[in-house]
Structures are given as C-alpha cells and as structure tokens.
Nanobody, 115 residues
Framework: QVQLVESGGGLVQPGGSLRLSCVASGSFFTRYSMSWHRQAPGKQRELVASITYNHNTNYADSVKGRFTISRDNTKNTVYLQMSSLKPEDTAVYYC?????????WGQGTQVTVSS
C-alpha cells in the first residue's frame, strides 16, 4: 500500500525558511520521480518542484533560486527546503507520486508566511 506522509509546515515570517519532509511507504520509492505541489485558497493546485529517481530536479519559475528539492533513497524521504519565503508561498503543500497503479497524494501540510 502506498502512503505519503508530509510534515514540517507551519507559520513563518517573510524571508524565513522551512523544510518540508515526505516519508513514503512502499517499495516504489527508489525507482520513481517524486514531486511537491501546493494549493493556495481559491487557486488551482500547482507543481512546485520535482526530482527524478537519480536526483535530476525541476522547479516552478516562482520558486527557482529559493526552494530546493532533494531525496534520501535510504530513508524513502523527499524534502523541500524553502528559503526567502514570501506571503504568496502560503498554501497547503502536497507530496505526490505517479505510479503505474495511479496517482498518490499525501494529506498535505500547511505553510503560512505572514508577519
């Protein structure tokens, strides 16, 4: 059974940093790309960053230079290091994987950037 469990969200001031973690259960992790998405109130869910099984990365233009995605295949964990956070980064952040058996999402973790 595939499970994705995010953690690390919270309230942070503009300019601050947070690190999100997503722990995956299942034997698929080392062979598949993982990604982070976010959804702000009243907006569509959008891709933030993705990382392939061999650590190639891709970022949305809005977070390039501020966010870093990484993975530890020994821990079945994908991370999102977020720096220089802005109020417009406020959203629920979701971990995602697309397998042959379907789409899988975590429950989400809230990130709020506010003074």
């Amino acid at each position: 059974q595939v499970q994705l469990v995010e953690s690390g969200g919270g309230l942070v001031q503009p300019g601050g940093s947070l690190r999100l973690s997503c722990v995956a259960s299942g034997s698929f992790f080392t062979r598949y790309s993982m990604s982070w998405h976010r959804q702000a109130p009243g907006k569509q869910r959008e891709l933030v960053a993705s990382i392939t099984y061999n650590h190639n990365t891709n970022y949305a233009d809005s977070v390039k230079g501020r966010f870093t995605i990484s993975r530890d295949n020994t821990k079945n964990t994908v991370y999102l290091q977020m720096s220089s956070l802005k109020p417009e980064d406020t959203a629920v952040y979701y971990c995602h994987v697309l397998l042959l058996t379907g789409d899988y999402w975590g429950q989400g973790t809230q990130v709020t950037v506010s003074s």
